[in-house]
């Protein structure tokens, strides 16, 4: 990223101003920020929020210092508009799965994203929709990639405070096992024979999934240095079949070239078509 | 002012909705003649990729549709998926599935009221500034918007797309401990929440009276949450296996949410139809406490639907508490699920209404085939009727401004869902800028007046490689002051924009330039007229730029008056976007636009 010191030491004098844009999501990153409570207000008074259009203020087009993005590129309009933003904006923040790496709804790339939209439509001819759902960072480029679907409020907070401060914010990318092992969680893959993703995937949730005794669904996208041929070989020695190993190695981040490179093996194996 | 004065009003993002919609209004001689409720959220097709994905993956997936009501989905789902693996849950778990979604009304209404709806009725944009006026009632809101969130993380581990849920029941019981301080914090929010419905009572709402059918459950005596049959206002009682009987979906134009009509009719559903229906159904102390505020359900204004979350946000809170306070530690969170082949049903109230889904299993386990049909698709044809309503007991001849601020105020009392309502869909127009230079030489060599214009001739495109073209066409009619006829305007047009059509809205004749992908040889000219549906029914992108110029033009079809002539032309790039055309070419388009307009 950018040198953030230099870039919003400048920023230190005045109100920085913040925007939230969304694009084809659920909404529930930017509830990262509706749910702060209190701290909502807060932000409000450290930085100028100009658009924000599910919180109140609209103004698309407004120059700002940082810009959040939510949810991924999925029509034309998407990667106009994407463009548009960055150039109006200093620092450019991806929240959540969607926008830092195409979301679920990037599961149609691995489909027929024009059979699908007739399937769907008696009118397709109404429909603006890419063949393919894409990240952000495909459009423009991100100075930080914030993972997890959701984003929690906390790592939002971190980053607004670590960019207020001109520091670059902390990339958490360790797995979830560590985090396990820091909580004294029982291994649900050992114990349990669960399907865990958890050895491929990022901290950030507090290893939710397995202290609530079941296997880790990867929300927080692939964490760093991944072994994914490994861990797939272990899911196929607990009994499960390529389908489910691909899978599994394909929810909600099925664009990850770590976690896709995996499931495409897999899928081969299983006969399926669908990379 | 005249009689005749025609107004357009557009609001093209709709503020402090959940997701991507915009209005449209067109009143002419005191009518309104056009409304769309436009809903743009991109499509995100979740039935379809359900479809052979296991069945306990689907809780994961389906809460994704949607941030704010991920339980809803995710409860629905589970009963559907148990309905068809005929798997009987314990009364603990059942309970606790109740306490849960309790959680997610508190939360919805809590953050609807509050961020989305009270800025409206006490005149602020945000909650950021009413905070300053009304730091109590912000701070009750939040409390209230944090137990729900509370409640949720207790049953699901986090609030937004939780994990607790798993088809037969819950992946892991909450420690007692836990749960006794959640009864705590139950407590305080209730009073928070009696002093909420108090002060909104208070509040100088809007009164506008309509008539409308009413659509939601029934579980008598119980208040409906998790399961009942569908009922309506007009005598409907199905089960529901039978929604599909009743309930048809439809694609409009402008639209990426299916439109839902009950027998062919516009219906509401949500917290509003919810007490209409229901409201014999409270607890004692509620209907005790709306008798001493002088509430009296039904209702029919839309409006009280912001009391009527209220009173389901002290219901759900009451109704947690009790089910809590009894907590004991289950033998078992979960019952086993041994998948089989077969069709379910699951119908559920989410916090904006009835949410209906179906699934198709086989017999490993995997999905064959989903279909969801969330409340915000069932309410749109309503909340169009209701504006038309409310917009003309407002008064068509107030100013813009005022009618657009009554128009924004309408739909957000609806909570519409738009993430929820395209969790497949999406739509053709947009609400890109639009390049309509202020003085463009034309405009002035002309005397441009658009109720004098009959013919509008638009180029489109931008300044790279052959996109150009439209704009050189008119450069060069502009150039050659070729255009005879004085009722021609020209335009250049970088994005298809909506509100562009209030230059174009008096035309007869609309002529787009373009450049073209229609899979000819390079330079071939293209005609395509609109007229004759040619352009709205072709399959293939003719337009050599993204940005959707049949789309565009269905839309216009939609938005002009009947017998407009609407036709494209140009050249064929022959797929080549840095195509280097000549004078030639731009003169041969030229040339035939102006045979359109002598013939």
């Known amino acids: 990223m950018r040198n953030a010191t230099e870039e919003l030491g400048a920023v230190a004098g005045k109100k920085p101003r913040v925007a939230v844009h969304k694009f084809s999501s659920c909404d529930g990153c930017q509830l990262a920020f509706l749910n702060l409570g209190e701290a909502l207000l807060e932000l409000g008074r450290v930085v100028e929020i100009v658009h924000f259009v599910e919180a109140g203020p609209v103004d698309a087009y407004a120059d700002v210092d940082i810009a959040f993005i939510e949810g991924s590129v999925s029509t034309a309009h998407d990667a106009v508009r994407i463009k548009d933003i960055r150039e109006r904006s200093r620092f450019l923040v991806t929240m959540g799965a969607c926008a830092t790496s195409g979301g679920i709804q990037a599961l149609r790339n691995l489909g027929n994203g024009g059979d699908w939209l007739e399937s769907v439509y008696a ?63 029982v291994c649900v893959m050992v114990t349990r024979q669960a399907l865990c993703m958890g050895p491929a995937t990022r901290t950030g949730c507090g290893a939710l999934c397995p202290s609530f005794g079941r296997a880790c669904y990867g929300c ?11 861990l797939a070989q272990w899911f196929a020695g607990l009994g499960a079949v390529s389908a489910e190993v691909a899978d599994r190695f394909q929810m909600i981040y099925s664009q990850s070239e770590a976690l896709s490179e995996t499931a495409k093996d897999y899928r081969q194996r299983s006969g399926e078509d669908r990379d | 002012m005249t009689d005749n004065k025609e107004i357009r009003i557009s609001i093209p993002a709709l503020a402090r909705v959940e997701g991507e919609g915009a209005l449209d209004v067109v009143i002419s001689d005191g009518q309104i003649t056009d409304l769309k409720l436009r809903i743009y959220e991109p499509p995100r097709y979740f039935e379809k990729f359900l479809e052979g994905r296991m069945y306990h993956e689907v809780p994961d997936i389906v809460a994704r549709i949607c941030g704010i009501c991920p339980v809803a989905y995710q409860m629905t789902a589970v009963q559907a998926l148990e309905s068809i693996c005929d798997v009987a849950v314990t009364p603990w778990i059942r309970d606790m599935r109740q306490v849960l979604y309790c959680g997610e009304w508190i939360q919805s209404h809590s953050l609807h009221m509050h961020l989305l709806a009270l800025p409206d009725f006490l005149g602020f944009n945000s909650i950021m500034e009413m905070a ?50 959640m009864v705590d914090t139950l407590a305080v929010a209730t009073d928070d929440a009696q002093q909420l419905l108090r ?61 839902c009509l009950l027998d062919g009719q516009a219906y509401l559903v949500g917290p509003l139809a919810r007490l209409n229906l229901n409201h014999d159904c409270l607890p004692e102390h509620l209907q005790v406490l709306l008798d001493e505020l002088g509430i009296q359900f039904p209702v029919r204004n839309m409006f009280c639907s912001v009391i009527a979350r209220a009173v389901e946000v002290c219901y759900a809170l009451h109704e947690a508490q009790r089910l809590l ?17 077969g069709v379910g049903f699951g119908c559920t109230e989410a916090p904006r209404g009835v949410l209906w889904h179906r699934y198709e299993l086989d017999d490993t386990g995997r999905i064959v085939s989903a279909r969801i049909v969330p409340p915000t698709s069932q309410n749109q044809a309503r909340i169009e009727d209701d504006l038309r309503q409310s917009l003309t007991a407002h008064g068509l001849e107030r100013d813009e401004d005022s009618l657009r601020l009554m128009g924004e105020k309408v739909i957000r009392n609806y909570d519409p869902c738009i993430s929820c309502a395209t969790h497949f869909l999406k739509l053709s127009v947009r609400n890109e800028s639009v390049l309509v230079p202020e003085k463009s030489p034309i405009e002035d060599d002309i005397a441009f007046d658009k109720t004098t214009s009959s013919v509008a001739v638009i180029g489109v495109g931008s300044a790279h ?22 009722d021609v305007a020209v335009y250049y047009l970088d994005h298809f924009d909506m509100s562009f059509i ?29 007229k004759d549906k040619d352009v709205s029914t072709r399959q293939a992108n003719i337009s050599s730029h993204e940005m959707g110029l049949q789309e565009y033009i269905v839309w216009l079809q939609t938005m002009l008056d009947e017998g407009v002539d609407i036709s494209v032309i140009g050249l064929d790039t022959g797929g080549d976007a840095a195509w280097c055309y000549q004078e030639k070419d731009i003169q041969a388009v030229a040339m035939a636009i102006l045979k359109m307009l002598s013939s």
Not at chain 1, 220 to 230: D, K, L, R
Not at chain 2, 143 to 165: E, K, Y
Not at chain 2, 504 to 524: C, H, L, N, T
Request: net charge negative; glycine share 8%.
């Open chain 2, 132 to 181: 300053a006026d009304y730091p109590q009632e912000v701070q009750r809101g939040m409390r209230l918007q944090a137990a729900g969130n509370d409640l949720m993380s207790l049953l699901g581990g986090r609030s937004v797309h939780p994990v607790g849920i798993i088809p037969g029941g819950f992946s892991r019981a909450p420690e007692a401990v836990a749960v006794s301080r």
């Open chain 2, 325 to 341: 306070e009894q907590y004991r530690l289950p033998d078992q969170a979960a019952v086993a699920v041994i998948p089989r082949s």
């Open chain 2, 199 to 259: 002060w909104l009572v208070t509040l100088d709402l809007p009164v506008v009276e309509q008539q409308f059918v009413s659509v939601a459950m029934r579980s008598a005596p119980a208040y409906p949450l998790y399961q009942g049959r569908i009922i309506s206002s007009q005598g409907l009682d199905i089960d529901k296996q039978e929604f599909a009987e009743h309930f048809s979906e439809f694609q409009v134009p402008h639209s990426t949410a299916l439109h």
């Open chain 1, 123 to 185: 009118s397709p001819e109404y429909i603006d929709s890419l063949d393919q759902v894409s990240p952000i960072s495909q459009h423009v480029s991100v100075d930080f990639e914030l993972w997890g679907c959701p984003v929690n409020s906390r790592q939002i907070i971190a980053a607004v405070r670590s960019l207020l401060l001109g520091v670059p914010p902390v990339d958490a990318n360790e797995k979830v096992c560590l985090e396990c092992k820091r909580n004294q969680t």
């Open chain 2, 502 to 530: 209030k230059h174009i809205a008096a035309v007869e004749q609309i002529i787009f330039v373009d450049a073209m992908q229609a899979g000819r040889a390079k330079g071939s000219l293209i005609m395509v007229k609109g």
């Open chain 2, 465 to 486: 490689g052959a996109d150009q073209l439209g704009y050189d066409v008119i450069r060069w009619l502009e150039k050659n002051d070729s255009v005879q006829r004085a």
């Open chain 1, 220 to 230: 927080y996208g692939p964490a760093e240095n991944i072994n994914g041929a490994a």
